[in-house]
Structures are given as C-alpha cells and as structure tokens.
C-alpha cells in the first residue's frame, strides 16, 4: 500500500503562493494541495496591474483559473481568510469557521502596503495600491475627482502615479526624501528621472513631510507639509512601502523579526518544523524581498524540500529593469557606490535625457553596481558582468559611452559562464538552455517552452535569444529560411525581389532567382506575394497555376471535392432581401447552410460545374466575393454598437463595414480576422482578432495581432482613443509591414511574437515612422484599396475562366462519386459506407 | 490479355497551361497536365486514393528534384506524373495513361 498523499495547505494565492503550488505539481509526488485565499479571486499578476488603466482586465491578468486548478486537482476557498493555526493538531481554520488539516502549511500571505499614521489620512478618497479591488477604488474615485496625489516617490509610488495619470486626473507624487527612487537609483539619476516623469505631466514634491491633511477650499482635501507649504487634492494614494501581511505568525507564535516579518531559514522553513513562509511576508537573514523573483525562488526552495530536495535560499539579486511612464529606470547591484574604494563611472546626456552610471571595484576590474535612466539597452549586459563576477574591458567607461565614442560591443552570449542565470523569474541558467539545446530543442520557440525561460516579466527575451542563436551556430545549425527547394530565399526575401526587380510573374521570378518547376509551397506564396505586390487577377494564365484549389475556385474544397460558398456580408449586416435569396439559391442548389464564426452564411455541398450558376444568381443580387477561400481580409466582425445597443458609445457597425470594405481582398501571409465592438463589454471578442478595435468615449483603442483558433493569443493594446483617420492610417502601415515582413503562413499573432523588440518595435515603426517607410505603406495599402476588383464578378465575364468551372473538359456528366444523404432536414456527404450500400463504385 | 486504344479526348486549347483538367474517358475519370511551353501531356487517375474524392486535376503542379508532380489538393500529397507513384506513402500509386496529340487533339490510351 502506498502511503496516504501528503496534505499541503497554502495560506495565500498571490503570484508567490501561486508559484509554490505550480512547482510543488511539478515535484510530482501526489501532494493533496488545499489554498486559501482571503482574496475574491485567485492568482493574478500584480507586477502589470498598471495596465489595468491601460484597457487590461482582471481576466488578463490572471495567473490562473478555477477550472485551471481543478484540472490539476488544486481544492481551493477564496475569500477564505485564514484565522487560526492549531501547530499541535495541525489544522487552520478560516473566517467561516472551516478547519483543514495539514502535514505542511505554507503562509505565502504577502505584504500590505504602508499607510503613515499623518492625521486625516483615514478619510473617503484616501486609497492605497496593491489589488485588483484597489484599482476598481482608485477608478470610482477618480471619476468625481480632477485631482489626486500619490504619497511616495519609489518604484510602487511612480507606479501608482502612472495609474492616477492613465485614469485622467492632474497626478502629484509626494516624497519626504530630497529624490525618487532613492533606494535604487543615485542622486544624479534621480534628478534626471525627476524631470523627465515632469516632462510628462506629473508634479513632483521632494523633500516633503506631511503632517495633517485637512479639508481643501479648492479642492476635496489639503496636505500641509512640515514647514507651511499645502497641496489641494481630491483623492490621496498612499504607496510608503510595505509591511510584511505576519498577523497570522504573531499571534501563534511563530519567530518575527524586530520589524516584522515570518523569519525563514534556507529551506524556507519557519521557527515551527512543517510551517513555511515565502514571498513579501518571509524575513531571510534580517531582510523582506520586495521583488517577485525572489519570492518565485523560496517557493521553489519550499517545494523541493517538501519533496524531500536540497535546494536552498540563499539570497536574491535586487537589480531591477523597468519602464516607468515610458521611462526606462534599471538598477544594478551596489547603486549607491556604497563599497569602500568603490570607483564609478558616470554619462549624461541632457538634451535627450539620458544618464548612466556604473560603479567598479577599486581594482577596476568587477562591476558592482549600475543605474541607467532613459535608456536600459544595456541593463543585460551590464547585469551579466555584475552577475558573473566577468572581468571589465580595460576601459570600463567603454561600456556605457555612446556608439562611436569608444564603445565597447555588447558582452557576447558566447562570453557569459554557463552558471550565468539568463531568466532570473523562471531561475534558468545558461547551462539550462545548453541542456535544452543539447536534448534536441533545435530554435527559440522550442527552448522557451522546454526551459520556460522568459515566461515571467520578459525582460529577458532579447538575450534568451542572443543564447540561442550563439548556441545553435556554435553547433552548426544553421538557422535556414528557405521556403522550399526551388529558392533559397525566405518568403520576407521573395517579396523583396518581387517588389524591387519589378517581378510580375512567376515564371520570370523562378527564372531570375529559383529553379525548377516550383510547387505547391512556393507557387501559393509567389502568387500570394504577387496579388499582394501589383494586385492583379489571380486567374489570369500567368498566375491560375499558382493558385490553391481553393483560390482557383474561388471557393473552399471540401472533403467529398465539391466546394462552400461565401459572399461577403460585411460586418454581418444583410438585408432581408439579400437573405431571402440566399436562401432561393440554397434551396435550388440543394445546398447545406450553417452560419459562420465570421458573422456570414456559408453554402456547402456546390459541385464545380454549379459554382458560376450559384454566383451569376449571387452576383446579380448585389453580392460579392467573401475571399473565405483566400489567404487574405476574411471578416470584419462587428456589435450592434451605439446606433441599437444601450451601452454602445460608438457606430461599430458603420465602423467595421468602412473597415471591410477597405482592406476586402487584399493578399496577405495569411487569412486575416478583425473585429469592432461599440463598448467595453467587447461583444464583437476584438481582442482575439489580428486587428480589434474596442470604442471608447474618445474614439477607438486598437487592439493588434490577437488570435483564437489553434493557438490563442491575446491581442496587444497598440494605441488608445484614435480618431478614424489616425486608426486607418495605424491599419494601413501595421497590415503592409506585416504583408512584408511575416515568413510563410504566419499569422500576425505568431509573427508578433518572433518580431525583435516586439510591440515597442512595432509602435516605433508605425506610430513614430522610425523606419521611414510610413508613407510608403500606405501609398501600397492605398493602391491595393484603388485597384480591387470582386474576383467572382471578373471571373464570371471573362470565357476563358468560366470555363474551367467544369468537372470534364469533355462531357457534360457529373461526378458520380459525390453522393449526399439527409440529416436534419439537409444534404451531408455520404460516408464510403453509405456510398457501398447505396452500391456507389468508389474510383 | 486486355487490348487498349486510343480515344479523342479534347482539344489541346482545352487544357490549361501549368495546370490540371479532367475528363471522363471511357467512365474512367482521367487528370490531364500540360507545362507550359512543353508538348507533352501527363494523364493520371483523377482519383486521390487517399484523400478518397475525385480532384487529383486540381492540384498544383511541381517539380521535387526532376520529378513533375502534382500536389493533392485535398491533403497535398504528392503524385508522380510519370509513374503515378506517392512520395508519402511507397504503397500508393495512382494510374498513369499514355498520351498523345495529333492535330491540336489530345488522345488518351485505355486498357478497354
């Protein structure tokens, strides 16, 4: 008989807490895991709570789900606060009442934020910043307020300052040390930070003590500072610092420190034998981490030794990289040059704010510490000196001067030791990534998923890669792009050949730069990269042969060789009248019909010889190709939107039908789906779209390269609040730099996720032209929009295509092995056993 | 012993250049391919045993080495024109007829 399993109850569903649960699944070792949560949802992500403001929702966030956890057999109570913990009978009992015993407890409680006990500070619109629940206060209030003040100045405060702004109230930061940030960054970058974060509209106070707030004239509130200066508020945001969440441990007994918090051995063991502590409420050697990747690391350290493992805590990197508003801050190691005989090395560059500073050890010879401010492009490499104890170039400055003064290249992949940690969320390492490489994962996407390296905060996806890439060459893999054996291009060079040399035909591009006959890789993507470049017919004899069945039907093959018909019916609008001979034709032809995904109507079960009869009925109805066969705008999907819906704030209707319309036809790496809702509530799910538009009060909030299907992806808030003509514009260059840049068959949320420097890049590229190619985009946007033809409407005038919608060149008969039978009232094909019993000869 | 013949098809201007067409020789479905700027013409069963419909003629047309194939359009694999064998799968074969063009019509050579 095998032992009864091991009982572990989770006192707290943070992002630690949830953590320790996934890793103590991944111990394997049958535990029966209970969490309790005194919060109404379970796990989400706290380090981007700022984007709440910036159109997340808690369903974005969230680290997990309920269904999630029951799958993994997790029990969990939220809204379950923890009271009592009985260490002799080893149980805990909530709020409610509800007792569960444990073998091991674990207290991932947290922390709480900080409020100092000024007078007056208990008030109505005074708010801290910690939960989901805090956004939701922070939002009512500022609603009815025009102004708010953040109390604090470090990392959390400027974070909370962001939300104040985003949430569209004059933003005051208020901070009793002279600078912000002091504890991560130096005086000289505090300065400089200070006046950029003024740059972009916030207040700052420094240097300030508050001492009472009071009733304001002008406004809600008063804050009067030591000293007799005031500031008018309507709403205050308290963000001091935290405390560790110890309640729990100081009232049965557990070891504190002198100022708080569960103190912890390296096993993460508390003064009680089976009692952990992790995360913001744990004190290791007389210190609380405030940051998450130390946290994910004591949950690690708590789950193997649980399962019986041997690794241990032994302290964590506080070196941070982060944008700030929009401001790149990074800290490294000893910022401050506290180290005696620490030497340090500073660059300023005002006009374009930015300032670096790197502190050496009295040799020269280590890196012991950095703070850059306005530009963190080389935070990784800096890190990784600092990190690996690498010795310094001989001119140390070199590592921060500007490109072209003496600038050393960026610390190679090749150059970091194999114990170089190179995600330190996920805690992997180097030699990690070499031991997945060397257990066959052959390109990055693969070594992310075996490794998770980069899964965390992301901060390190530029040198995950830059390990990758060092790796595989040294091992002779060369990363090949070739679309097929006929080029040796990638599908990103072919349209470059094809626009430059002026290539209109295959024929002349498989001259020039491929050989042989092509095939059915190549052909497809050379027509598709033609259609795209120069728009012309894609049945003309040049290109019919390149084309897809489905494309040289214009209409999609189903399993029994017959075809589906889709008219396009933009944005789902259809008038009675355009219904009733949908429904004629179906009816005449005999065909199935079922409603798509894409808000249209789909005609199945259409032989060849029938699909011009079906479209001279459709066409002369005033319907047009839907290009569902094609690699290209599918549908614009659309809500009721302001002019029906009582919540709509905008016309999305009209909105997706203009969109529609605008990009119908165009060819693209592949199918593209887009999406308007009129409100918040998202009916049209926009952000599961390649390009989702969500209106707001202001206008629209662009959604980019979001997917369902196969493989879903959330789409990225690219812009918010765009006029019409801005969004079209946006619409225009994103849809052609992607039209260019994707490699074969590759969706835009796929592409997004292997473009270097990702949505920044993007934004850079679109919305700040760095590239210079706007206007071109759009001049090629632009032409396709003039040139578009309905394909089914020139196919249908031109005899040489309408002859080929036959199935013999040579006889009038139909092909006997399309056989349907009944099912709910409409035809289906017959399975080959129907067709033996109905005596059918297959062949 | 089963005797063959020849049978008129189509003209040459029905086919498509760089692309597939069917017909129905003697109840046999047959696909028919010509290259462009090449006389010859390749006919295979329109049948894709795999795939199990009658749609070899629409698929499109390649090379892998120097082989010509044809790439169903159902589930894309590829078919020898020549010899009518499977890349994918040694144990497929489709059939290949005889062709020739006399006078601007294409005949078809079937077991009958």
Redesign the interface.
Known sequence: MSNPAIKVVVVGNGMVGHHFVEQLIEQDIGAQITVLSAEPRLAYDRVHLSEYFSGKTADDLALTTPEHYQELGVAFKTDAKVTHIDKVAKTVTTEQGEVFAYDKLVLATGSYPFVPPIPGHDREHSLVYRTIEDLEDISASAAVSKVGVVVGGGLLGLEAANALKQAGVETHVVEFAPQLMAVQVDQGGGRLLRSKIEELGVRVHTSKATDVIEDGEKHRYKLCFKGGEELETDMILFSAGIRPQDALAREFDLELGERGGIVINNQCLTSEQDIYAIGECALWNNFIYGLVAPGYNMARVAASHIAGGDLAFTGADMSTKLKLMGVDVGSIGDAHARTPGALSYVFENQPEGVYKKIIVDADKKKLIGAVLIGDNSEYDTLLQYALNGIDLPKSPESLILPAGAGAAPALGADALPDTAVICSCLNVSKGDIIASIDAGNCDLPSVKSCTKASSGCGGCAALLKSVVDCELEKRGVEVKKDIC??FAYSRQELYHLVKVGEIRSF?ELVSKHGK?????I???AAGNILASVWNDFILS?DN???????D??LAN?Q???TYSVIPRMAAGEVTPDKLIVLGQVAKKYKLYTKLTGGQRIDLFGARLEQLPLIWDELLDAGFETGHAYAKSLRTVKSCVGSTWCRYGVQDSVGQAIDIENRYKGLRSPHKIKMAVSGCTRECAEAQSKDVGIIATENGWNLYLCGNGGMKPRHADLFATDLDTDTMIKYIDRFLMFYVRTADRLQRTSVWMDNLEGGLDYLKEVIIEDSLGLAAELEAQMQHVVDTYECEWKVAMSNEASR??FR?????K?T?S??IFVQEREQIRPAT?QEKQELGVE?? | MSSSSWIK??NVD??????G?????EDK?VA?FK??GADDVYAI?N?DPL?????LS????????DA??V?S??Y?Q?FCLKTGMCFEDDDVTVPVYATRVEDLHVFVQVAS
């Open positions: 054996e006929h024929a042989g006959l092509g095939c059915d190549c052909k497809p004899s019919v042969g390149l084309q897809d069945t489905n040289t039907y093959m399993k029994d060789g002859k080929r199935q013999f060149v040579n006889s008969e092909d092995n399309v080959e297959l062949v | 098809v189509c029905d086919l498509v250049d760089n692309s067409v069917c017909a129905l020789v479905q028919l290259l462009a069963g049948w795939g199990k419909a009658n749609v629409r698929g499109i047309i390649g090379s892998i080495n010509v194939v790439a359009p159902l894309k590829h």
